[in-house]
Each structure stands twice: as C-alpha cells, then as structure tokens.
C-alpha cells in the first residue's frame, strides 16, 4: 500500500435467516478476521423486521472479538421501542451503533413511528445515552435516491453531524469522483468527521444491478457492458469485478480516504481478494 498511515477496514454483515446461513456468516467472519476490522456492522431490517437476528449476530461476532455495531432505525418504532433497544446494546457493553432513518416495510402503510428522520434518531440517541456510543451514520455521495437536491442531500447530512455523529459511512460508489466532490462540500460545510467509503464487491451482475437501482448507486455504463458480455461466466465477472474494485479502492486510500467499510453480503471471498490485493 502507498499510505503511510493504516486504513481502517470494517465490515457489514446481516441477520442470517436458518442454521446453515448462520454457519456460513461464522465461517465468512472468521476467514475475515484476518483483516483485523475497526468494526463490524449488522443490518437491521425494515420497519424493525430482524430486531431479534441483528442483536443475536451482535453477539455472535462480539463472542468471535470484534467490536460489533448494530445498525438501528427510528422508522416503525416508537421512543420507547428505541430506549428499550439502546439500553439492552448498551447492558451489553455494545459501544457502536449505527443510526439510519430504514425504511418502511410493505403492509406497514403509514405507521412510520414517532421519528421520522435519521438526524432525529441520532438527536435521541444522543440525549438517552450521552456520549456512550460511537455513532455511524449514512452519507450518499451520489444523493439520496429520495432527496429534492444534492444540496438538500447535504443538509440532512449536515444535519446529522450536527446533532451528534462522530463518523459517516457512505453508500457504495463506482465512481471515485463522486465521493471526493462530496467530501469535499462536506468539508466546505464545517464537517470534520471521518467519512468513509462503503465498498460492494461485485461478483453477480443481476444482483448489483437490482441493488443499484433500489439505492440509487450508479452502475457505470462501461462496467455494465462488460459485465453483461460475460453472460453466466462466474469465474470471469469474479476476477473483473475483483480488478474494478481493488483499483476504486487504492484510488481512494492514495487519495485520502480514511478508511474503507466493505458490504460483504455475508461472503468473504470476493472481500478478502480485494483486500489481499490491496496489501501488495
């Protein structure tokens, strides 16, 4: 690597769903400890729907040695709901959430909670706990799929920093340029906290795609073609996503980026590959 000081890699991972699936995210995180991550993050479904698997597998990885932050969002949940759930993590010794305003599950209709934004989950994080979490919020380099404006997408990030955040994790990115022009306006805004980048590994082109249009994440045009032009050859849209990531990746870490926070979706071959090739 060409920095001189270390990157800080974490890693997210979610609720497995059945006993073999919670095999395999063992088997995924142990294999993964050889990054040595700052932390590892677990999601938390819509509307509160993995409540009891994101607090089970915080567990899990915390009994494996790493410092384990569960993802929580205010949508669908009442204070009380939230208080209960922080003092649990916190009984827990959990030092590190992760607050994200989620989103509302299907059937849910307009039963939102009583916050309705992420800077309100991090102002009441904020006044329950007082200092005792570390709090990670979310940034969108390429906008929020939701926001009015970039600028409006940079208040409520803003916003957020302001009301008690002490670090942001970004939503992936294929485009390097994007991430520096948005910290940048952060900086520019009198934002000093560490804003590091999310990472997807690419290994399944209808996956990406289908994720990418949910988020908002842009999948470059060039990427996409060859992606498709591999078809169903697995081994080759490995080896070129492996090669598309590990170079956004120095680019990056060469540029400034703190650190790097990989969506490993629970699979630990395409992440350490990337993360191997970075070593060299």
């Known amino acids: 690597m060409t920095q001189s000081s270390s990157p800080a890699f974490s890693l997210e991972f979610f609720p497995p769903r059945d006993i073999a699936a919670q ?21 938390f479904g819509a509307g509160g729907s993995t409540r009891a698997g994101t607090a089970e597998t915080v567990r899990t990885l915390a009994n494996m040695g790493c410092d384990a932050a ?6 669908g949940a009442s204070r009380d709901q939230l208080r209960d759930i922080l003092a649990q993590y916190r009984e ?7 607050a994200l305003r989620g989103d509302l599950p299907s ?20 006044e329950e706990t007082g200092d005792w979490f570390h709090i990670e919020v979310a940034a969108y380099p390429e906008m929020h799929p939701q926001a009015i404006s970039p600028t409006a997408d940079l208040n409520h990030f803003v916003a957020k920093v302001q009301a ?19 910290v940048e ?33 842009e999948l470059p045009r060039w990427i996409r073609l060859r992606l498709a032009e591999f078809g169903d050859d697995k081994a080759s849209i490995r080896a070129f996503g492996q090669d598309v990531v590990t170079d956004l990746c120095q680019n990056l ?8 926070h990989f969506y ?11 993360w191997k090739n970075l070593q060299r």
Do not use: W
């Open 23 to 43: 095999e395999r995210l063992v088997r995924a995180a142990k294999q993964m400890l050889a990054i040595q991550p700052r932390y590892v993050s677990v999601t």
């Open 70 to 75: 569960p993802h929580l969002s205010c949508i």
């Open 92 to 98: 827990a010794g959990v030092r590190r959430v992760v």
């Open 107 to 126: 059937g849910m209709g307009g039963d939102a909670g009583e916050l309705r934004h992420a800077v309100e989950l991090v102002r009441f994080i904020r």
């Open 164 to 182: 008690g955040a002490d670090a942001a994790i970004t939503q992936y990115f294929f485009n390097p340029d994007a991430y520096f022009d948005f």
């Open 185 to 217: 306006r952060a900086r520019a805004r009198g934002v000093t906290i560490p804003i590091v980048p999310g990472i997807m590994p690419i290994t399944n082109y209808s996956q990406l795609s289908r994720f990418s249009e949910m988020c908002g994440a």
């Open 253 to 260: 870490l060469d540029n400034g980026a703190p650190g790097l």
């Open 264 to 274: 490993t979706l629970n699979q630990s071959e395409a992440t350490m590959g990337i």
